[in-house]
């Protein structure tokens, strides 16, 4: 191994001997091996240094502080002993995937412009793929509110930390990384790798657990200190008002007046510095003006500016929306209403609505345009969304189709792109969004379907939740429909919900059709989720994993 390594990794221990030696194998069995492995035995009093010193690698160096100096002073010891053209974070109770160091030295060797960037991460024992923001802009905006990295996922380029003298401030004894973070995103672009490349381990003696008052008082300091860069110095008062706002603490009505003056003085002091993009920062304060319980108030102003804009219908007269209906709640009946609604007074287009159920719950509004509802009684518990959406697809009368779920809403520039790679006959298969699926909680659900126009809808961004990643294909997608019935249209096999969408994108990649998605993403109203969204039983389950690997 040369004297400079391309990366370094770092990794303080303090009393993790339930963990560390899978923490450790888990770098050694990285398939990029040009790394070195610097370890900081914290003062450890079990036998955390015994099990380090067992691992014979070369490329591990073990520095050993005679005390407990605390977390971020020992990544500092290590910075500074660090060679590597990159650093990388990882936590002695954290395991890597196998491609972790790979896969972040090709993506920062690939984006010069990129300084510093997390990555995806699974709780460590969990299925689930989670995934934080990636656009720098709204990272900066999205930092005012909170950390929106996974500290032990970092990859940063050294002469970056050395120019901007960017080290961990230590007097932010549980939130240093956050406030690194902050400060980096002054100086370069910062982002998160849209894939899962650490198994993040959450447990009773975590720092995060262990110390998550201390941590919030140091993220809140950090918060306002992240005002300065736009010149501004609260008094005690305004840092109790924005801290409140931040964390959607109420803000008694009395001073709502006051609340709307800090934002507009925080709004005004952007437009001198520019630091903000504009209209991130205005959605981030919507955002967090809806969780209010004044809110009601804040969407009728909004609505008003936004009533003032005429906009002419759209023509998708060679499209049928078909909206598959089991009324399970009350919020999925009102959500159905607000997507039909959003639908006809967006585009002149067709909407087909079949409702399949026991008995019939769902009573269609009035809307102008062709809207045909139809009711077949169906006493099976669960829902069978592929049979009933082939029989929707085969008696409509439009060469396209949009197969939507009645709690799902794209921008309709988004909706009018897919359609129009339909009619080029470039695609079989398109989605209205690019993999993105933001989920609305139930009060900006609730607040949402008070609203007429759907362009509002990305103002509350900063309060929603990801799901499923950066590669979703739930919730709509359109096809052309002769094409997409003589490949079989949907997989009657599969029986229930959720793996007929893995299914229907695999097997169009399958037979190497091209797919198209739309820049931007897709929104899903909250509602409770019951029984019939499952799998009948285990067995059928089986039977769908089988037929969707015979694909």
């Known amino acids: 191994m040369s004297d400079s390594s391309c990366i370094s990794v770092i990794m303080p221990v303090y009393n993790a001997a339930k963990y560390v030696g899978e923490a450790i194998q888990s770098i050694l069995d990285q398939t990029f091996h040009d790394f070195e492995f610097i370890i900081i035995n914290d003062g450890s ?16 160096k073990i520095l050993n502080n005679s005390s407990n100096i605390g977390n971020y002073p020992s990544r500092n010891k290590g910075l500074r002993m660090a060679k590597g053209e990159y650093i990388c974070v990882m936590d002695s109770d ?3 995937t196998k491609l972790r160091l790979e896969r972040q030295y090709l993506y920062m060797d690939g984006h010069h412009e990129i300084g510093m960037a ?6 460590y024992g969990r299925e689930q793929d989670i995934f934080r923001e990636n656009d720098y802009e709204k990272i900066k905006v999205i930092l005012l509110r909170n950390n929106c990295f996974i500290h032990p996922t970092l990859i940063i380029r050294r002469d970056y930390l050395q120019k901007f003298n960017l080290w961990y401030d230590e007097k932010y004894y549980f939130s240093a990384d956050y406030d690194l973070i902050a400060r980096a995103a002054r100086h370069f672009r ?3 790798i ?19 008052k201390e941590q919030m008082k140091y993220a809140d300091n950090i918060s306002i200190q992240q005002l300065g860069y736009l010149s501004i110095v609260p008094d ?9 706002l931040l964390k959607g603490i109420p803000v008694k009505f009395s001073c709502r007046e006051k609340l709307y003056s800090w934002i507009n003085k925080i709004s005004s002091a952007n437009k001198k510095r520019q630091y903000y993009i504009e ?5 981030l304060f919507d955002s967090l003006l809806s969780l209010q319980t004044f809110c009601k108030d804040s969407s009728k102003i909004y609505s008003q500016k936004v009533n003032n804009l005429k906009v002419d219908k759209v023509d998708l007269t060679d499209v049928t929306f078909l909206i598959r209906l089991r009324i399970d709640s009350v919020q999925r009946k009102e959500n159905a209403d607000f997507v039909i609604r959003s639908i006809s007074n967006i585009f002149n287009t067709n909407i087909s609505i079949l409702e399949v159920d026991s008995e019939q719950v769902y009573i269609p509004e009035k809307i102008q345009g062709n809207l045909q509802y139809r009711f077949i009684e169906d006493r099976n518990e669960i829902f069978h969304m592929t049979k009933w959406t082939n029989q929707m697809i085969s008696v409509a009368d439009t ?3 949009a197969i939507w779920d009645p709690d799902t809403f794209a921008a309709p520039e988004q909706v009018v792109e897919a359609v129009e790679k339909l009619r080029s006959g470039e695609v079989v298969m398109s989605f209205p969004y690019d993999g993105r699926l933001y989920s609305y909680n139930k009060i900006i659900s609730d607040l949402i379907k008070s609203f007429t126009e759907i362009v509002l809808l990305k103002k509350y961004f900063y309060v929603m939740q990801l799901m499923n990643g950066f590669h979703n294909t739930r919730g709509s997608f359109l096809v052309d429909k002769k094409q997409y019935m003589s490949l079989g249209g949907e997989n009657e096999k599969i029986y229930g919900w959720w793996l007929e969408d893995d299914e229907r994108l695999k097997r169009m990649e399958t037979l190497n059709l091209p797919l198209f998605y739309s820049k931007g993403p897709l929104f899903s109203l909250w509602h409770p989720t019951v029984k019939n969204n499952w799998f009948a039983d285990t067995e059928v389950e089986r039977k769908n994993w089988k037929e969707f690997l015979k694909t």
């Open 45 to 60: 009093t079990d036998n955390s240094l015994e099990i380090v010193q067992s691992f014979r690698d070369h490329r591990i």
């Open 279 to 283: 209209n991130k920062l205005e959605s």
């Open 94 to 96: 954290d395991v890597a």
């Open 118 to 123: 997390g990555s995806g991460f699974r709780y």
């Open 236 to 244: 005690l008062n305004e840092i109790k008002l924005h801290n409140n």
């Open 399 to 401: 060469p396209y189709v």
């Open 190 to 192: 910062i982002t998160n």
């Open 194 to 212: 849209p894939e899962v490349l650490l198994y993040y381990r959450i447990h009773e003696k975590q720092i995060t657990i262990m110390n998550r």
